[in-house]
């Protein structure tokens, strides 16, 4: 889709810099995927934060030193 918008130089440039974009088609694209990734990411912790029974850090070592070497069978 074709749009036109006014972005001031110097965040286009810096954007560019940051994003290793070579056009400024690319690094507004980047931009774009970058900020809905964090979006979806933001939504998913506030998703995951709201369960109770997650497993705890020492359950997890409990798990992983009573399993050969702390390696997990994924089968």
Partial sequence: MKTT???PEEMLREAM???GATTKKEAVRLAIEEYN???RMARLADFLGRFENFISE???EQLRESD???RLDPH
């Fill in 5 to 7: 918008v006014d972005i």
């Fill in 17 to 19: 810099r940051h994003s």
């Fill in 37 to 39: 990734r964090r979006k």
């Fill in 58 to 60: 020492n359950e997890l």
């Fill in 68 to 70: 050969e070497g702390g």
